[in-house]
């Protein structure tokens, strides 16, 4: 297959995820942030910046397994939902391409997504 397909395959990719890749961020933020605001606000004592830091980085590393798990779950079920599964199979490359694209465009969606969440936990737990 050309660049230019896997290109198109890659957009493709993209903007199934990209829907999911925006709300999975948001939340985990939001749960971080009302963790934070937890530990420091609501506990006496309030627990020591290790901890905090610990749960926060935990948080950040659930959440994007959970989204792995739905990011596999989306690029493999879209075809069949958007009825695209019969062209596909008419008019696409060889099946490794469209595995190579789904595969390059969820591995790179979770790798960006665990590096965010990561230095966000690193600026609320100090």
Same mark, same amino acid.
């Given at each position: 297959?050309?660049?230019?397909?896997?290109?198109?395959?890659?957009?493709?990719?993209?903007?199934?995820?990209?829907?999911?890749?925006?709300?999975?961020?948001?939340?985990?933020?939001?749960?971080?942030?009302?963790?934070?605001?937890?530990?420091?606000?609501?506990?006496?004592?309030?627990?020591?910046?290790?901890?905090?830091?610990?749960? %926060?980085?935990?948080?950040?590393?659930?959440?994007?397994?959970?989204?792995?798990?739905?990011?596999?779950?989306?690029?493999?079920?879209?075809?069949?939902?958007?009825?695209?599964?019969?062209?596909?199979?008419?008019?696409?490359?060889?099946?490794?391409?469209?595995?190579?694209?789904?595969?390059?465009?969820? %591995?790179?969606?979770?790798?960006?997504?665990?590096?965010?969440?990561? %230095?966000?936990?690193?600026?609320?737990?100090?």
């Amino acid at each position: 297959m050309n660049a230019h397909g896997f290109r198109r395959l890659a957009w493709k990719e993209y903007r199934v995820l990209r829907p999911i890749w925006i709300s999975m961020f948001g939340i985990t933020v939001f749960l971080q942030l009302l963790m934070s605001w937890s530990l420091s606000v609501l506990s006496t004592p309030p627990p020591e910046a290790q901890k905090v830091a610990t749960i %926060l980085f935990g948080v950040a590393l659930v959440m994007t397994a959970m989204y792995s798990l739905g990011c596999t779950a989306a690029l493999f079920a879209a075809e069949r939902e958007e009825h695209t599964h019969e062209f596909l199979c008419l008019h696409a490359p060889s099946s490794r391409a469209l595995i190579a694209g789904k595969a390059a465009i969820g %591995l790179t969606s979770t790798v960006g997504l665990i590096v965010i969440l990561w %230095l966000v936990a690193a600026l609320l737990s100090g």
